[in-house]
């Protein structure tokens, strides 16, 4: 069975500090992997796409790697900001058809000051 | 450039009401789905359609019913509302998934949140 999943369900940390999201997979097979965040009350939005034979992708802030073997994910933040309190979702597609997007349960994120 | 719009973006409702979700992208995308998300679950696939003129059951299609009215618009329909579907839903567009598209990005709107009472 196709199925993602996150971990922690939520994190606190203080502002400035660094910290890494997980997701395992078993979905397959495999298309590519994407990080979302949804702010409250909004929509996810892309923040990066992995595919198979990326290992790591940066954007900004945000630093996601992909070990295609063990079928993990991680999402690295770095130098936290109070604007990244949301919920980090991790998106696996497969080879298959428009329908085979597994989204996992999400990491809730909070930063305080 | 507005992306996706959702309307409404609340809703109550009683036990089997009716009322339909609209939905618009301004993309020129071909792809659009409907998800709904429930606390501690990763959103689920309703239905979705994947061309004007074309619609197909997703995950969890039960109590719905979809429409792409054109390229533009996709609606989706709760003939009957119960409690189950209360629930945050969620509208998306991309382009057309090949075996060949590594970069397939879904757009989403800002979400509609209903309650069936």
């Known amino acids: 069975k196709n199925q993602v999943e996150q971990s922690p369900q939520s994190l606190i940390i203080l502002e400035g500090k660094n910290c890494t999201l997980q997701c395992n997979y078993t979905v397959s097979p495999f298309s590519n992997l994407r990080w979302y965040k949804q702010d409250t009350g909004r929509g996810p939005v892309s923040l990066t796409i992995?595919?198979?034979?990326?290992n790591t992708k940066s954007n900004g802030r945000y630093t996601a790697t992909l070990d295609a073997d063990t079928k993990q994910s991680s999402l690295h933040i770095t130098a936290s900001q109070l604007s990244d309190s949301a919920s980090y979702i991790c998106?696996?597609?497969?080879?298959?058809?428009?329908?085979?997007?597994?989204f996992g349960s999400g990491t809730r994120l909070s930063i305080r000051p | 450039n507005a992306g996706v719009t959702q309307t409404p973006k609340f809703q109550v409702l009683k036990t089997g009401q009716s009322m339909t979700l609209q939905c618009a992208q301004d993309m020129n995308h071909n792809s659009m789905y409907w998800y709904r998300q429930d606390p501690g679950m990763g959103l689920r696939l309703i239905y979705y359609?994947?061309?004007?003129?074309?619609?197909d059951k997703g995950e969890v299609p039960n109590g719905y019913n979809v429409s792409r009215l054109n390229k533009r618009e996709f609606s989706l329909r709760l003939e009957s509302a119960a409690p189950s579907q209360t629930s945050v839903y969620f509208c998306?567009?991309?382009?057309?998934?090949?075996?060949?598209?590594?970069?397939?990005?879904?757009?989403f709107g800002s979400g509609t949140q209903l309650s069936v009472l």
């Open positions: 998306a567009s991309s382009e057309p998934w090949n075996p060949r598209s590594e970069n397939e990005k879904l757009f």
């Open positions: 992995m595919t198979f034979s990326e």
């Open positions: 998106v696996v597609s497969a080879w298959s058809s428009a329908s085979k997007i597994i």
């Open positions: 359609s994947a061309s004007e003129g074309t619609t």
